[in-house]
């Protein structure tokens, strides 16, 4: 063996001895750790369910106990950033959680959210001292959630109290965090006060951000190569504003050293309701003829395309046949309804597949029948009952929820069947895999076994429409947070009334919903808003300057006939390092890592694994 060769081994043996890697040159993966209390209020970590509540004493800051924790991974999941969560009212914290079988860091940022003096199990937390500053794993933490000697020790901070403060933040918007946004980054709006953490910054530690003469934001950059950043403000109201829910993904950018990520400003997404609704033939409330091929191409496809929009449909594949005791294709049906009117279905039907031939018509699940499951029992039965009698009651038009029989629940196998019957009849009918769901009439079931929500997360949906809340394998989240907002797509309902009926009613009152969404929109699907939110889910990202995307066929299916485009973000740190380096798609180079600014990252159409990297 040579000279050099030995030299060689020795020193590779020498470096494995040194343990983790040190410096800011080294970049961990791009995953980010959410580490919260007790603010889960599902035992099982599925469902994300904050029950609305009223203000306490005219406190404007109050929310729900788990509201910054759903805010949190809503914007997670919008932003497309792979995320975990730990959770510290069930599990301890262990060096395991944060490390690969390598012994090598699995995230390249723990967001801190956990609040110590919350009654927690007792926890080691020399653990997370160990994953800062042995491992090199950046931290970004939240207002008073520091309260804690390691935490604060890490953080360079010194904590004090939380009170009442009228105060804003403010900065002078130079550093890569806070660029763009001084003075004030909180202005109160119609709050006239809200909570500040009371800190006190120790030697080393950047303030970039005061609220009086209190610091706001701060940054410390430590040893290992880790990045310590807290965020302070209310945690119940913190991210009610824009430049704090922007400061935040940041912060994990400048954690991890970069980001590829989605915003949604002027995205739009418009919805109606009802197609292939039998109501419209039975409930005199709510009657009306079906729409004609005719209509849906002038009324509907005809300024689609000129708006160049979309519109997402929520369709009713089952009719419920009075005559036949039975639900049958609802497509099917021709006939004169009793009030007298035409219900030519057929002809909906040739409009549809002529929306979506164009390109401007997306179809979507609104269940099977929207009728209830239960059309004989008492105050029934519905069948064969006068148009003035039981057929005028709208809480038989209700499926997934009971109002004609006080508000009670269906069982969950039959919501099941129903959900999975709609996708079965929706794919019979239109070749198409619908991810989106949305109760008929806002009829749900809410006790856990019969959780409207978890069931057609398990179904294979990937949102819930109207109400708003993401679906998966992973997590079920009731009703959604920012929209209209960089955050969030604006949900807008076709006008006059975010149905068919309207379209039937008042057919001219549709273009006003191009006027409602106004002049900046950019018009979406929600498979396309659901693509992304599942391409961060199944994200991977090696240790180094790689991630790895695995476009699921099912609930990334826009993207087989798609590109994707995500936004590559760097912090000023990693910018000096990288700036001119090659960006690599699917081992294509579509250019260089910018100076400065944001880029736009497309990836080529299909599903699948996708890999963007620097080199």
Known sequence: MSIRLTLSVLLAFMISLAGPCTGAEVFNPY??????????????????????????????????????????????????????????????????????????????????????????????????????????????????????????????????????????????????????????????????YSHR????????????????????????????????????????IMFDRQNLRTVLRRAITCAVGYSLFKTWENNVVIVM???GGA????????????????????????????????????????????????????????????FG??????????????????????????GWTHMQPDLDSPPGPWWGAPLDGEKAEVG??????????????????????????????????????PLSFVSGGGGVSLSYPNHTWILAARAGFGWFCWFGGYLGPDMAVR??????TPEAPQTLGAMPDSHDKGIAEHPEEFLKTFEKAGPRAIYIGLNEYIGYLH??????????????????????QFFRTSQSAWQLDLADWAREKLAGKTILVDGTSPGKVAPKGIQEIRIPAGTGRHTVAIR
């Not at 951000?209 to 945690?235: C, F, H, M, V």
């Not at 009670?408 to 009849?425: D, H, S």
């Not at 391409?535 to 609930?555: F, I, K, M, T, W």
């Open 396 to 433: 038989w038009y209700r499926e997934f929820g009971d109002t004609r029989r006080g508000f009670t629940e269906i069982p969950a196998a039959i919501q099941t069947f129903r959900m999975k019957t709609g996708i079965r009849w929706l794919k019979h009918l239109f070749e198409i895999d």
């Open 197 to 236: 953490a009371r800190v006190e910054a120790l030697s080393g530690v950047q303030v970039l951000a005061s609220q009086g003469k209190y610091p706001a934001l701060t940054l410390r950059n430590l040893e290992s190569g880790a990045r310590a950043i807290w965020i302070g403000g209310d945690y119940g």
């Open 479 to 484: 009703r959604w947070l920012f929209e209209g």
């Open 535 to 556: 391409a961060g889910r199944q994200c991977e990202s090696p240790r180094g300057l790689e991630v790895d995307y695995n476009y699921d066929p099912h609930y990334c």
């Open 273 to 275: 309701d009802d197609p």
């Open 279 to 338: 109501q419209c033939a039975w409930l005199d409330s709510w009657h009306y003829p079906t729409l004609s091929q005719d209509e849906i191409r002038k009324h509907l496809i005809a300024p689609l395309k000129k708006h160049r929009a979309r519109l997402v449909l929520n369709v009713i594949p089952g009719f419920v046949n009075d005559r036949k005791r039975r639900v049958e294709l609802a497509f099917q049906q021709d006939f004169t309804d009793q």
């Open 341 to 366: 009117v035409r219900q030519d279905f057929v002809s909906t039907k040739r409009g549809l597949d002529e929306g979506l031939r164009e390109g401007v018509l997306e179809i979507q699940s609104h």
């Open 31 to 192: 995953r980010v750790l959410l580490v919260i209390g007790n603010q889960w209020q599902d035992q099982s970590s599925f469902l994300i369910d904050i029950p609305a509540s009223e203000g306490l004493n005219y406190d404007f800051t109050y929310r729900p106990e788990g509201t910054d924790f759903m805010q949190l991974v809503v914007m997670l999941k919008s932003w497309g950033i792979p995320f975990d969560i730990l959770r510290l009212d069930q599990q301890s914290l262990d060096i395991n959680h944060f490390l690969g079988p390598d012994n090598k860091p699995s995230y390249g940022c723990i967001l801190w959210a956990a609040d110590p003096q919350a009654g927690l199990a007792s926890q080691d937390y020399s653990v997370l001292r160990e994953a800062v500053k042995t491992h090199g794993i950046s931290l970004v933490a939240l207002s008073n959630r520091i309260n804690q000697p390691v935490l604060e020790e890490l953080l360079g901070l010194r904590y004090i109290a939380y009170n009442m403060t009228h105060d804003n933040i403010t900065t002078d918007g130079i550093h890569y965090l806070t660029r763009g946004m001084s003075p004030a980054i909180t202005p109160l709006e119609n709050a006239g």
